[in-house]
């Protein structure tokens, strides 16, 4: 009898090695990267939205970039670079704390595709414990979660909303000093 694909929703489900996992995480990923996209256009902040468009593909360039050839260029680690100093230049006094994963739909989204990113970067890393990985992957995805989280404190600041710091209790900060 002929395997029907309708059964099937990854040929590569049943493999052992982690490359699978890392596979799957980096698609939730770009789906999370969809989603955000989806909550900035309702927003109407066009720089992000834009944004977003040209990362939706490279979510996927870096999944495949494992099992198949490397997709993942110093060019494209360049234009993310520089992304990231845009957006940290409008929200730098906002980031000097941790802040909670709170504000608009867009921001939230964006917050929960920070998460992804680190959970993509997390497999790879067991990926690596397997097989070479090439470095710009991992660069990447750091990268990437860190974008993720400064264009989310950037879409609250368009909305007027304001950060809410989290203060831990497991690890004390030390106190700024009166008088420096």
């Given at each position: 009898?002929?395997?029907?694909?309708?059964?099937?929703?990854?040929?590569?489900?049943?493999?052992?090695?982690?490359?699978?996992?890392?596979?799957?995480?980096?698609?939730?990923?770009?789906?999370?990267?969809?989603?955000?996209?989806?909550?900035?256009?309702?927003?109407?902040?066009?720089?992000?939205?834009?944004?977003?468009?040209?990362?939706?593909?490279?979510?996927?360039?870096?999944?495949?970039?494992?099992?198949?050839?490397?997709?993942?260029?110093?060019?494209?680690?360049t234009?993310?670079?520089?992304?990231?100093?845009?957006?940290?230049s409008?929200?730098?006094?906002?980031?000097?704390?941790?802040?909670?994963?709170?504000?608009?739909?867009?921001?939230?989204?964006?917050?929960?595709?920070?998460?992804e990113?680190?959970?993509?970067?997390?497999?790879?890393?067991?990926?690596?414990?397997?097989?070479?990985?090439?470095?710009?992957?991992?660069?990447?995805?750091?990268?990437?979660?860190?974008?993720?989280?400064?264009?989310?404190?950037?879409?609250?600041q368009?909305?007027?909303?304001?950060?809410?710091?989290?203060?831990?209790?497991?690890?004390?900060?030390?106190?700024?000093?009166?008088?420096?």
């Open positions: 009898m002929k395997k029907d694909a309708r059964y099937s929703c990854y040929p590569f489900m049943r493999e052992k090695a982690s490359t699978v996992d890392f596979e799957i995480r980096t698609d939730s990923l770009t789906t999370h990267i969809g989603v955000a996209l989806a909550a900035v256009k309702k927003e109407t902040v066009e720089v992000v939205a834009d944004d977003l468009l040209a990362i939706l593909p490279m979510a996927y360039h870096v999944n495949g970039s494992v099992r198949g050839k490397l997709a993942v260029t110093e060019d494209d680690l234009w993310l670079s520089d992304r990231y100093d845009f957006y940290v409008h929200v730098k006094d906002e980031i000097q704390n941790f802040v909670l994963p709170q504000g608009t739909g867009a921001a939230t989204a964006l917050h929960l595709c920070r998460s990113a680190k959970k993509s970067y997390r497999v790879l890393h067991k990926v690596s414990e397997e097989r070479e990985v090439p470095a710009i992957l991992f660069d990447y995805l750091g990268l990437l979660a860190n974008v993720f989280f400064v264009m989310a404190v950037y879409m609250n368009y909305a007027g909303i304001a950060e809410i710091p989290f203060i831990s209790k497991s690890y004390p900060m030390k106190k700024k000093k009166e008088n420096q």
